[in-house]
């Protein structure tokens, strides 16, 4: 096991740059998830520490080895991609084994770990079968039990459970999460998915443009968002917007409203007024915000979501599931102030 650093990493493909100086520190044992929309450099950051793309500039540090120069094989790291390879004419015994042809471990320590590894993963009645017999999460601990058995200092995730179907793919979650418990690699996890960001890492690096937005656990990048992209990207529905201006006396909607603000007494600055569908209310406790016209209505079970055209534009609120307003009412909603987020309009970023 091992802590990872990224410093100033770059990669430019000809004359593009498509990261633009990444900077880490990833601790021994931690659990990270690299988040952003589809384009934005996960892949090419995970595969530079692979091993798999050079480096531009910058440095890929594991333990305490500068490894830019190092091969895959020698930076003691395992990978597992989206399209997990698994051969399906060798048993899953065999596919595991894979993970280890280059080892010089002696025959009989193979069998012993292969067999550790096929326990942990709850997998050594499954071990000659063929993968044309195993399901599609079974497929994928194979995958996992091919990279475990070299027992790596780092862990490499690429998006490995993008192909599977919605329940499998909750499963995995939660089984990837019990066994970095269990055996405490370092994991680096990749996905476009807040929500298997928000669920299984220990510290979410958000990413846009080749840029880091903000590095946290998950509940600092829900409740202290850094900008108004990590707070529109974490969380769903997505954080409702207000435009506004402050006065002094808070923010002036838009709309006209006049609401008052615990933080910020600039003035004269143009501003986005944050408030997640969680935070608004459609009981008059907090301060108001909008008031609209009900538009949708999404029922979830236990809440149901609304959407209310606004002077604002659209906002969604959640109501309750068992009572919620009927579209084409008129609703007035509300939030405690302690729940409004302030951005400055320009630039996104978060006002103290
Ligand atoms: N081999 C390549 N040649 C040129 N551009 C590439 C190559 N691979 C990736 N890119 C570009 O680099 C950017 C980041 O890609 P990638 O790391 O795959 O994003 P993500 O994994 O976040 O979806 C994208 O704009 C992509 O088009
Ligand atoms: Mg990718």
Do not use: W
Request: aromatic residues 4%; hydrophobic residues 40%; glycine residues 8%.
């Amino acid at each position: 096991m091992a802590n990872l650093s990224l410093r100033a990493l770059t990669k430019a493909y000809a004359q593009t740059e498509v990261l633009h100086g990444i900077n880490l520190d990833v601790e021994d044992g931690e659990f990270i998830v690299f988040v952003g929309p589809s384009g934005c450099g996960k892949s090419t950051t995970l595969r530079m520490i692979a091993g798999l793309e050079e480096v531009t500039s910058g440095e890929v540090v594991i333990g305490d080895r500068v490894v830019n120069h190092l091969e895959p094989k020698e930076r003691d790291i395992a990978m597992v991609f989206q399209n997990y390879a698994i051969y399906p004419h060798m048993s899953v015994k065999k596919n595991i084994a894979f993970g280890l042809r280059s080892s010089k471990m002696s025959k009989q320590d193979k069998e012993t770990r292969i067999d550790e590894v096929a326990g942990i993963l709850d997998m050594t009645h499954l071990l000659d079968r063929k993968p044309a017999q195993l399901s599609g999460g079974q497929r994928q601990r194979v995958a996992i039990g091919r990279a475990m058995v070299r027992d790596p200092a780092v862990f490499l995730f690429d998006e490995p459970l993008s192909n599977l179907d919605a329940q499998l793919r909750t499963q995995m979650r939660l089984e990837i999460k019990k066994l970095h418990q269990r055996v405490g690699n370092t994991i680096i996890f990749v996905t476009h998915d807040q929500v298997e960001a928000m669920t299984m890492a220990d510290r979410i690096v958000i990413m846009k443009d080749g840029h880091i937005q903000q590095v946290g656990t998950p509940s600092e990048v829900y409740h202290s968002p850094a900008n108004a992209f990590v707070a529109q990207f974490i969380g769903a529905p997505s954080m409702n917007m207000l435009p506004g201006r402050l006065n002094g006396a808070g923010v002036r909607l838009e709309s006209g409203l006049q609401v008052v603000t615990t933080h910020v007494s600039a003035t004269n600055q143009d501003v986005l007024l944050g408030v997640r569908p969680d935070d608004l209310t459609l009981d008059q406790s907090g301060q108001m915000l909008v008031t609209g016209q009900v538009t949708v209505r999404e029922p979830l079970g236990a809440e149901t979501l609304i959407y209310v055209a606004t002077e604002s534009g659209e906002v969604i609120a959640k109501a309750d599931g068992r009572s919620p307003p009927d579209v084409g009412t008129h609703v007035r909603l509300s939030a405690d102030p302690a729940n409004v987020h302030l951005f400055d309009a320009d630039n996104g970023a978060a006002l103290a």
